[in-house]
């Protein structure tokens, strides 16, 4: 995160707030027409990011937000909408909803206050102790608001939390909404069984 000044890193989770869009969509018009917007918009930056990474083409809006590992793979915003996409495709609506927005907010949250007032370093990775309380707890309030138990809740928080934390090279806007919302499941299907 060193390489992306707290500015652009503050802009780069601005544009992360469209997810609130996604969610919207899903609210009020159903599971198929938020996988018909995903889908358009995959294809859409898909198209750009060849334009980005096949043909040359440099858009100075969206190259000041890339990070450095960005500029010559695919950027973050696909990985997002892809994991957007499986959530809304596979988990219950509650909690692909969480899911996504833990994604946002989450991260978000664990980025800006890490970077901001990060002290204590527990990761290899430069994450900081001050980031994953602030991501555990903006997770554990979306969580509980939407899922309404506690204990799933608590998983869920702390699977997307852990994922933040420790996925190096498999980019969190992919790995967040998977795994948290995998583990939510399975903890739904386990206590309906209890």
């Known amino acids: 995160m060193a390489s992306i000044s707290f500015t652009n890193e503050l802009m780069r989770k601005g544009i992360h707030l469209t997810s609130i869009f996604i969610v919207l969509v899903y609210a009020f018009f159903g599971k198929q027409a938020s996988q018909t917007l995903l889908i358009v918009y995959l294809v859409l930056i898909l198209c750009i990011e060849h ?5 040359g083409i440099r858009l100075p809006a969206l190259d000041i937000l890339l990070r450095q590992k960005e500029r010559s793979g695919l950027g973050s915003h696909v990985y997002f909408t892809i994991g957007a996409l499986i959530a809304v495709s596979v988990f219950s609506r509650n909690i692909a909803l969480a899911a996504i927005l833990m994604t946002t907010f989450g991260d978000m949250s664990a980025a800006l206050i890490g970077q901001k007032y990060g002290k204590r370093r527990i990761f290899t990775n430069g ?4 980031g994953c309380i602030a991501e555990f707890v903006v997770n554990l309030v979306i969580a509980v608001l939407l899922l309404e138990n506690p204990a799933v809740s608590i998983i869920m928080a702390f699977v997307a939390t852990f994922v933040e934390a420790t996925f190096v090279k498999i980019d969190d806007n ?3 909404p998977v795994f948290s919302g995998v583990f939510a499941e399975v903890a739904f299907l386990l206590l309906s069984y209890l």
């Open 51 to 55: 334009l980005r990474l096949d043909r």
């Open 174 to 176: 992919l790995s967040i």
């Open 127 to 130: 994450k900081s102790l001050e």
